[in-house]
C-alpha cells in the first residue's frame, strides 16, 4: 500500500535572501505579497541612486517600514551596495549597529541599477578585508561582465576568474553566491569547505531558457542571471531538493513596470514574491522532497546568516482546484507581471 499523500504541511515562517522592494509608488505596491508570508527578507541595494552608506540604509529601512501593510510584522535585513569608494568604517558601524546584515557586490554592469559597481577589485580590499575581519557577509552577483564572454557563461567565468581567486586570498569572508543558475555553481558550492553558501531562485528551478525564447520572445521570463539549459535546472532542483544547509531561498522577485518590460530593450527581472510559496511547494512535491521544503525556506537561510529561526508557522494546503493569482498587479508606479510557471498550482498558503 503507497502511503497517503501529503496534502497539508506546516512549516517555520520563512524568509527571502534575496528581494527587490524598490522604492515609492512600487515598494507601496509590492511590499504585501512578501509580508503577508515572509518574516524577514534580505533586501537588495540597487536603487537609484543605490544604498551605499549606512545612512542611506537607515532612510530606507525607514521608508520600507512606513509601506508595510498594518499589522504585518516584516523585518527588512539591509545591505550596502559595494562600491570602490565603501568606507571600511561606515561598514563596520553600521553592522555593529545591527542594521547592516551584508553587503552586495554587482560587478559594475553586470545588471540592473549596477553601473556604479565594482570595476577593480583592488579598490574594493580594504573593505573586504574588514568585513572578513568581522563576519559580514558579502552577497555577490556572480557574472562577469566582458563582452568576449557569452552571456549563457558568465556565472561560470565568474567563479573561475573573480569568485575562486577572491575567496583564496580572504578565505575567512563568508560569500553568499546568489542567484546561482548553473550547475557549476552548485558544484563550487558543494565542493567548498565553509564560508561559501548559495541562494537559488524560485523561477529558476521552474523554467529554463526556452521559457524565454521557443514560440516567441517572452520577455516576462527575462531576468539576470537569465536562466540556463534544463541540465542547470535539475542541478538547481537536486541541490535545493536536498536539504544541503549551505542553499536556501533567495527569490529575487524583482517588479518592473510592465511598459519596461515590454519593450524594445527590457529589464531585466520577474516578480515571484505573490506565488513563491505555492511555487515552491509545487516544485518540492514533484521532487518527493516536501519534508525538505522548510530547510530551503526557513531554517539553512537563518543558519547562514547568523539569525535565529522563525518562531511562526505557516500552513500550506494543497487543493482540488488551481490555486489563482492574478496576472498582473496594479501599484502607484504602474503595472506588474506576475511571474506564471506555466502549470496550475494547488497548494495555498492558509491565511
Ligand atoms: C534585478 C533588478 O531588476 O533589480 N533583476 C533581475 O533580473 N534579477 C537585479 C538583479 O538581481 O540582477
Ligand atoms: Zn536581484
Not at 52 to 69: F, K
Not at 267 to 272: L, R, S, V
Not at 304 to 313: A, I, M
Not at 325 to 336: D, M, R
Request: with cysteine; net charge negative.
Amino acid at each position: 500500500m503507497s502511503p497517503q499523500p501529503i496534502t497539508e504541511l506546516t512549516i517555520r515562517r520563512p524568509d527571502d535572501w534575496h528581494l527587490h522592494l524598490r522604492d515609492g509608488g512600487m515598494l507601496k505596491g509590492v511590499i504585501g505579497d512578501t509580508s503577508r508570508h515572509f518574516a524577514r527578507a534580505i533586501i537588495m541595494p540597487n536603487l537609484v541612486p543605490p544604498v551605499v552608506t549606512t545612512a542611506d540604509a537607515t532612510a530606507y529601512r525607514e521608508r520600507i517600514m512606513a509601506a508595510l501593510p498594518k499589522g504585518d510584522r516584516f523585518e527588512p535585513l539591509m545591505t550596502l551596495y559595494l562600491t570602490e569608494g565603501t568606507n571600511p568604517d561606515d561598514v563596520e558601524a553600521g553592522h555593529a549597529s545591527g542594521l547592516i546584515r551584508a553587503v552586495k557586490l554587482y560587478p559594475a554592469g553586470a545588471t540592473t541599477n549596477s553601473h556604479g559597481g565594482v570595476r577593480n577589485f583592488e579598490n574594493a580590499m580594504p573593505v573586504l578585508e574588514r568585513m572578513a575581519r568581522i563576519g559580514l557577509p558579502l552577497c555577490v552577483h556572480g557574472e562577469v561582465t566582458t563582452p568576449e564572454v557569452d552571456i549563457f557563461d558568465r556565472e561560470a567565468v565568474f567563479i573561475e576568474t573573480v569568485l575562486d581567486p577572491l575567496r583564496a586570498r580572504l578565505p575567512e569572508l563568508k560569500v553568499t553566491m546568489e542567484h546561482v543558475t548553473t550547475k557549476d555553481g552548485i558544484d563550487y558550492i558543494k565542493a567548498s569547505k565553509g564560508n561559501l553558501a548559495g541562494s537559488i531562485t524560485t523561477h529558476h528551478l521552474i523554467i529554463n531558457r526556452n521559457a524565454i525564447l521557443v514560440g516567441g520572445i517572452r520577455p516576462h521570463y527575462y531576468c539576470l542571471p537569465v536562466a540556463k539549459r534544463e541540465l542547470h535546472r535539475l542541478a538547481l532542483r537536486a541541490a535545493a531538493t536536498s536539504g544541503d544547509a549551505r542553499f536556501f531561498l533567495g527569490t529575487d522577485s524583482a517588479p518592473h513596470v510592465d511598459p519596461l518590460k515590454e519593450c524594445a530593450c527590457g529589464c531585466a527581472g520577474i516578480y515571484t514574491s505573490i506565488n513563491t510559496m505555492s511555487c515552491l511547494a509545487h516544485v518540492f512535491e514533484q521532487e518527493n522532497a516536501l519534508d525538505r521544503l522548510e530547510a530551503f525556506t526557513s531554517l539553512n537561510g537563518p543558519a547562514w546568516y547568523g539569525l535565529p529561526v522563525n518562531d511562526e508557522t505557516i500552513t500550506l494546503r494543497k487543493q482540488a482546484d488551481a490555486v489563482t493569482f492574478p496576472e498582473k498587479i496594479e501599484t502607484e508606479a504602474g503595472t506588474v507581471t506576475v511571474f506564471d510557471p506555466m502549470f496550475p498550482l494547488h497548494w495555498q498558503v492558509q491565511t
